[in-house]
Each structure stands twice: as structure tokens, then as C-alpha cells.
């Protein structure tokens, strides 16, 4: 016998994944709203309590990526900046050249080369994130208000 699921039950599961937009307003609002929603419904409603797990497991594993996404730039922000501390870095010594203004722009003397290439690979990543993020918090608050099971992708489950 399949339990039948009230319209409450599928509105407030559905909110809890919508509540997951909260962080372009609230910071951390991506967590503690859902939090504090399913908190209050998990023990009348299993549905909520399930939706409930699978929204924040999602959000900190979102969380976690990006956290080691932008790790994996420091080395390259590290090997950067000792030239920066170079005189000739931002080329203060060719002030003077302003009076003869000549716009060159040349391959080789684009210092920002390595610095770019590990920078824009991370930020993509970070954009995938999001994009990942958004796609599916959308899927998982429309097919829960249709009373469906959603499971996120690439979840670790932090709360069982």
C-alpha cells in the first residue's frame, strides 16, 4: 500500500529545495533556511524529513567543491606574487614614456600568462558549480511538488 502524500507535504518539501536560492539574498541562507525547515516538519512528515537530508547534503557538498576548486588555485597565486614585488612589474619606470604614447601590444610581455590559465580553469569549474546548483535545485523543487522522490547528483551524504 503506497502512503499517499498530502499537498502540504509536497509544498513544504518543495520549499525546503527553493529555500536552497536564499543565499543570493541571506548569506549562508542556503543553509539555514532548509535547516530550520526541515528541523520543525521532520518528525510529523517522512517526505519532508527525506527532502529535507537530501537539500542540505547537496548544499554542503556544493560547498565543499567550491572549497576545493579554489584550493587547488593557491599554488598558482603563491608562485605569482613574489613578482609582483619586481620593480619593473606594473611599470613604473616607463612613466615617462607617456608623452610618447605608442600602443604596442605584444605576446611577450604579458606577465599575467601564468596566472590566467589555472585562474580561468578554476573559474569555470566554479561556473559549473553554479550552473549544477541552480539546474538542479530547480528539478528537485518541481518534481517534489509532484510528490516524486528526488535524489541530487554528486551528493555526499553528510546527514543520514
Known sequence: MA????????????????????????????????LI???????????????GK????????????SIIAGLISIPFFIGFWP?????DFFGFHRLSDLNNLNIHISSDNFRFGRLFWPV???GIIQAGL??????YSILATIRTNEGERFQYPF???FIK
Open 3 to 34: 502512503t499517499v502524500l498530502t499537498k502540504h507535504e509536497r509544498n513544504l518539501s518543495a520549499i525546503i529545495h527553493a529555500s536552497t536560492f536564499s543565499k543570493y539574498f541571506i548569506p549562508f541562507g542556503n543553509f539555514i533556511l532548509p
Open 37 to 51: 525547515l526541515w528541523m520543525a516538519n521532520k518528525k510529523e512528515y517522512e517526505f519532508v524529513d527525506y527532502n
Open 54 to 65: 537530501q537539500a542540505l547534503n547537496f548544499q554542503i557538498s556544493m560547498l565543499l567543491y
Open 83 to 87: 613578482e609582483v614585488f619586481d620593480g
Open 120 to 122: 580561468g580553469v578554476t
Open 130 to 135: 553554479v550552473i549544477v546548483n541552480v539546474v
Open 155 to 157: 551528493t555526499i551524504k
